[in-house]
């Protein structure tokens, strides 16, 4: 069986050197947040983590960040993809260290894969340390580890039970299906080799649904 990388690609990017004082508001930025950074995306799970990678490489904070419905496929325009994040810092300089964090890491590491040319798609990510935005969203200190899990709806429910059973490890979120997109999923935590294990028991799960999907049991 050959696992293929299904890579996401960074659509659109914007800065905004001196936000209007009525989006400041609605943001809620704080007073020393300044400029923003937009980015939008094909993929939303590999997005939300590389906005985390961004608030550990520069002085930004992840103000907004929204999946669209039923995902990329259905976008309201070319470049709209699957997700628009926001993110604020004091400057355009730190803004844009922010932006590079992102999309260099959403194109080289977060990656969903498939065992079946692209129509079962699953998100294994291990994070070894969470940035503020993440560990916000999981309820962890920052500098944790943490999975990032995310498949479709079954295969989703299955593999998180496998994850959880597999390895040391709490369910911080749990995604029920349907999310926007219609996926599922949960972030997980414990050590890093615990949340490595997590991942791939998941991986295994997903993988024994999609090639066996009427199968009672593994």
């Known amino acids: 069986m050959v696992i293929e990388p299904v890579k996401p690609k960074t659509l659109a990017v914007r800065i905004i050197p001196n936000v209007a004082p009525d989006l400041a508001r609605d943001l809620k930025l704080k007073p020393y947040q300044r400029s923003i950074g937009l980015v939008t995306a094909n993929i939303d799970d590999s997005t939300y983590t590389a906005l985390d990678e961004a608030t550990k490489k520069a002085e930004v904070e992840i103000v907004y960040a929204k999946s669209f419905y039923a995902g990329a496929n259905h976008a309201s325009g070319p470049i709209s993809g699957e997700i628009i994040g ?11 260290a922010g932006l590079d964090a992102c999309t260099d890491y959403l194109e080289n590491e977060a990656w969903f894969y498939s065992c079946d040319g692209g129509k079962t798609v699953w998100f294994p990510h291990t994070i070894s340390r969470t940035g ?32 959880l059973k597999a390895a040391e490890v709490t369910m911080q979120v749990w995604y029920g299906p ?17 949340c490595k294990a997590a991942c791939e028991a998941f991986q295994r799960a997903v993988i024994d649904v999609a090639t066996n999907p009427l199968k009672y049991a593994s």
């Open 132 to 163: 503020s935005y993440l560990s916000k969203q999981a309820g962890i200190p920052e500098g944790q580890p943490l999975a990032y899990l995310i498949a479709p709806p079954l295969e989703a429910v299955y593999g998180t039970d496998a994850a």
């Open 178 to 194: 349907p999310t926007e997109t219609n996926f599922a999923g949960g972030l997980l935590t414990g050590t890093q080799s615990a």
């Open 86 to 96: 926001i993110m604020a810092g004091p400057n355009p300089a730190e803004v844009r």
